[in-house]
């Protein structure tokens, strides 16, 4: 297994603006397989527990596991470790795509952002160096312009990693987002963005050494023939993620009373099969294109093209079933088109859907009991009423009035609003 890393870690010191290579012993990939062993057991050497998670003592660690990068299915993942500025925990992200194949091929398996960068930066890794690059052109930008203009700059060929506003102003579960996939919970974004480090780029060409190749190639094809034969499997569940996405998994969690809806308070929502996901597929003006990490045969991820409509020619790369039940039952829309322009946002401006989603009830519930005046800010943000939802996404990337309060998390918005808001305030 050792040979299948490339046993090196890429330290890079945002303050100093230097990097440097580090060989990682055997015993160490040994105790610590995988991309979340390898990140939680350095994030925990590493960082001070008690340290401010927005301050530059705490360190990002891009992680990959022994596989990645091979194209074995459903090994896609990096693994994405800090200290979250939403729980004050250790947090592991996962984002599938092609990310953990560009870091194997640039010739590392970790890599570990720290210090803070005087300015905003990007880190470009290839043919063994690194580049810092000020970026003031790109502060604000949404993650989607941030990948195009690094990748028309530095290559098209280089993998990217980005935050957007929301990460930028530190909203506490701002996301780091990679092509169509996302690093989307606890906050990393905002570690990124207390960092100045708007992205950075990866690639090279080293491959993945493989012990037996002809030997890891059958298993490869076999593990992908068994997929596939579930995918096709009449009733397989794999099969629906294949057909509908990830949302194919809502209607069976409503039919059980376990549909988060209502801001928690109730587990069924009404409408939900207007906002499921064969409810996209049967969209007039909606055209869906079917998405893959590297290798993996499922294709759960869903690229919708809006090409009429109230929002006609948006793009999104979703929504997957957490945004459909955070941004939809949970805050009582029923509406596909305003979720996903809801979800379409949130990617923009870098925010975790499902944070946001029950955020946003939190506020509903808030305003409707008087603890929050969104009005002062020209939004009547309520239950059923859907566009208030957009109008707060925005408030909270931006940190504009409520907003600012909504983007400390629920629990600390409930610290600030008192009451019992801390009754109906879903954290963990
Ligand atoms: S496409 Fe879906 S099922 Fe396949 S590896 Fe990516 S996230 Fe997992």
Known sequence: MYECYNRKLLRIDLTARKYAQEEIPPELIENWIGGMGFGIHQLTNEVDPLSDALSSENKLIFSTGPISGTGAP???????????????????????????????????????????????????????????????????????????????????????????????????????????????????????????????????????????????????????????????????????????????????????????????????FEDADKIDGAAYLSLDNVKTRKVACLGCPIHCGQLHYFEGGRFKGMFTRGPEYETMYSLGSNCMNNDPEVLAKAHQLCEDYGMDTLSTGVTVAFGMECAEKGLLNPKDDGVDLKFGNNDSILQAIEHIAKRQGFGDILAEGTKRASDILGADSEQFAMNV
């Open 74 to 268: 459903l090994f896609a993942q990096t693994c994405l470790v800090t200290k979250s500025p939403l729980t004050g925990g250790v947090t592991n992200n996962y984002c599938g795509g092609e990310l953990a194949a560009h870091i194997k091929n640039s010739g590392y398996d970790f890599l570990v952002f720290e210090g803070k960068a005087d300015r905003l930066v990007y880190v470009v890794i290839s043919d063994g160096t690194v580049k810092f690059v000020d970026c003031p052109e790109l502060a604000g930008k949404t993650v989607t312009e941030t990948e195009e203009y690094i990748k028309s700059k530095e290559g098209k060929e280089l993998s990217t990693a980005a935050i957007g506003l929301a990460g930028e102003n530190l909203v506490r579960f701002a996301s780091v987002i990679s092509a169509t996939r996302v690093f989307g919970r606890n906050g990393a974004g905002a570690v990124m963005g207390s960092k100045n480090l708007k992205a950075f780029a990866v690639g090279g060409d080293c491959g993945v050494r493989i012990h037996n190749p002809v030997a890891f190639q059958e298993t490869v094809d076999e593990i992908f023939g068994v997929l596939q034969k579930l995918n096709e499997a009449p009733f397989s569940l794999l099969g629906s993620f294949s057909q509908f996405g990830t949302g194919a998994g809502m209607p069976m969690i409503n039919a059980n009373y376990t549909l988060a809806t209502r801001n928690h308070k109730l587990c069924h």
